[in-house]
């Protein structure tokens, strides 16, 4: 009995086992399935990682160069603003200068406007200037016309004039040793030199001669030259005078009486200045009066200055002036006389430009005193040419130098 009970339990014993192995290779093979399912699941769940690995490789490197791209996206931006900056600066300043133009156009505009009215007045002004240049080349026509008939007439008067003056072969003829340097501003001269022989009361021969200086140059100091000439003329071939100062007061009577006897209006107060010499050939002897213009005598190194009147040839008489001095001077052989007008010594020149004055002219005369007459000449008008330079020439100048 208690083999069944054995026996049936080990049968139940080896069933529950048989069950309990079945069961558990059930639940191996389950286990193993579920074992193999997790490894499946965990080869994805690798796959898996490793694909996320390989995406978060991929996000990391696609994040770095997100980066650099971003970063060089912020750089271009920066440039792109900076460049926009500039740009909008430089619009900006394109703006101000379009609006600067835009001003300076109006302006322009404006001025062209006023150009073409400031055009069209000078046309006007042409056609008037036009209209007058061609009335004034009338009238410049006629005016050179009459300037030349002018001047034709003058350069006439010079011939006249010239006429009057005593020829060079009379004049050495009588004073043999002599220059006269002759130098009118004008065509015609306002100074005359005047040389005449007359015959004394002893048999004695007189020459008389004179540097004139009329008031004025040019044809008004040529008029009052040749009516000075003609009074000079009358004094010796009417009245038969032949002391200096006799004949001054002729002279100076005829000019009372002709060119101031009328009323204040037509009155002339134009006269002369001058010395007039008496030369005694035989007595060596210097008759002399002057009005103004002194008188000059070289003798050995020395210049001996002999003054004038100072009563202008023309002014009435008074209580205090009845007449011009006659003065003497005894020469010696040698001397040598100069008569002169004022033009030399007041004619402007030099480095300042100022009048060559009385002291220059006598040092001069002094420094040629050894020279001929002929080179004295040569000499002084190579000074005043020296002297004047460029400068117009101020006045007529006459110089007479006469060696005894």
């Known amino acids: 009995m208690l083999f069944y009970i054995l026996l049936i339990s080990v049968i139940l014993l080896t069933a ?33 990682v490793s694909a996320i690995q390989t995406e978060a490789e991929l996000s990391i490197l696609e994040k770095k160069k997100m980066e650099e ?62 209209k007058e240049k061609e009335r004034i080349d009338v009238m410049r026509k006629e005016i050179e016309e009459k300037h030349h008939n002018v001047t034709e007439s003058i350069r006439y008067a010079r011939r006249i004039q010239r006429a009057i003056l005593p020829p060079d072969e009379i004049r050495k003829q009588w004073l043999p040793e002599s220059f006269v340097l002759y130098r009118p501003k004008d065509i015609v001269s306002g100074d005359f030199y ?30 009052m030259s040749i009516f000075g000439f003609n009074l000079l003329n009358q004094a010796l071939d009417e ?15 005829g000019v009372m009486k002709k060119l101031r006897m009328h009323n204040e209006e ?24 002057g009005v103004h213009n002194p008188l000059y005598i070289v003798r050995g190194e020395e210049l001996i200055q002999l003054k004038a009147d100072k009563h202008a040839i023309g002014d ?11 003065y003497e001077f005894t020469l010696e052989k040698g001397d040598q006389i100069y008569v002169f007008s004022d033009g030399f010594c007041d004619q402007f020149g030099g480095p300042q430009r100022r009048k060559f004055m009385s002291k220059n002219f006598r040092e001069t005369i002094l420094s040629m005193r050894n020279l001929s007459m002929a080179e004295q000449r040569a000499k002084l008008k190579q000074v005043l040419e020296d002297w004047r330079g460029d400068i117009e020439q101020y006045d007529d100048i006459t110089v007479m130098g006469v060696r005894v």
């Open 16 to 48: 529950a086992l048989s069950y309990l192995f079945i069961r558990h290779l059930s639940a191996m093979k389950e286990m193993q399935s579920t074992i193999a399912g997790i490894e499946e699941e965990k080869k994805k769940a690798t796959a898996s």
């Open 69 to 130: 791209e971003k970063k060089k996206f912020e750089e271009k931006n920066k440039k792109m603003w900076t460049m926009n900056e500039a740009v909008y600066k430089e619009k900006k300043k394109v703006d101000e200068e379009n609006e600067k133009l835009l001003k300076e156009k109006e302006k322009l505009e404006a001025e062209k406007k006023k150009f073409q009215e400031k055009n069209k007045k000078l046309w006007d002004q042409s056609l008037a200037i036009h």
């Open 194 to 223: 005047w040389i005449e022989k007359v015959e004394a009361d002893d048999d004695d021969e007189i020459i008389l001669f004179s540097a004139v200086d009329c008031t004025g140059h040019g044809v008004p100091g040529a008029f």
């Open 239 to 253: 009245h038969n005078l032949k002391k200096p100062a006799e004949i001054l007061d002729f002279l100076s009577n």
């Open 266 to 289: 037509t009155v002339v107060k134009d006269g002369m200045d001058l010395m007039l010499c008496a030369f005694h050939k035989n007595k060596m002897k210097l008759e002399y009066a």
């Open 316 to 326: 009435p008489y008074e209580d205090d002036f009845t007449g011009y001095n006659n």
